[in-house]
């Protein structure tokens, strides 16, 4: 894979796009990746939250608040967009671009109402529901999770990863720290797993795999058996 897009978008305001698109950005590069991270949220959060991570990381790092059909030339390995919590002509035209489109979800029930049209807007640019898997951010035991849990099932979406709410997360971000400042291994892995499932997920898509199943599950114990 040379180059890799990926959006993060719902038209929920407060699940989580932004800080994924953030963490995403800083995997990247200290995967060293250059980054291209596009801002069309008018909050520009996540604009601000990477303001201090140009000096901080060697690899290129660039930002900017327009998607153009010529960002698809540009010379970054990786492109993250962050969207607005809405499905306005700019995120329609980042699913149209993204490789794969993620999408938060917190357990509630307005952060999954509106994903049906959000699948259907995705399949007139001719995206297949596996590009656009859903990112379960701190589903817990709680009654709202078995009830967003069965709804997601009901539906059939694809889900790529959970991540855990931590408390450390929200304070990092926004005082201008690397994410995983503070965290214990344990607690970065899954978005160190999400990051990795995108990449192996883009290959699989790029393979002309489209099943949700086949595309999202990880198949690292069946591989390995394999090579053995
Ligand atoms: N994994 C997480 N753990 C703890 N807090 C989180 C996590 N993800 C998001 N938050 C917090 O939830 C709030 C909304 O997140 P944000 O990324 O800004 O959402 P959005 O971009 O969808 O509006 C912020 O206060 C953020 O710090
Ligand atoms: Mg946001």
Redesign the pocket.
Known sequence: MSKFAAA?L?R????????????LAEIALVRHNRVLAIDL?P?R??SDALGFMKNYFRSSLRVKNTLEESDADAPEEWIVI?CP?TLNEESKYAVDFADIVVV?VRPDFFSLSNLGVLYSTAKKFGKEKAQLPLVK??YDSSVMTKIANQLISERDYPVAEE?????????N??SGRVWSTGLIARSRQPYERLYDKLMKAVDRLQNGITDINEVWTDRKEEESDEDI
């Open positions: 993060v719902n929920k305001g407060g699940v989580g796009k932004t800080t994924v698109a953030v963490i949220d909050s959060n996540f962050d919590p938060p951010v701190g991540l855990p709410l931590h408390k450390h997360i929200p304070y971000i926004t």
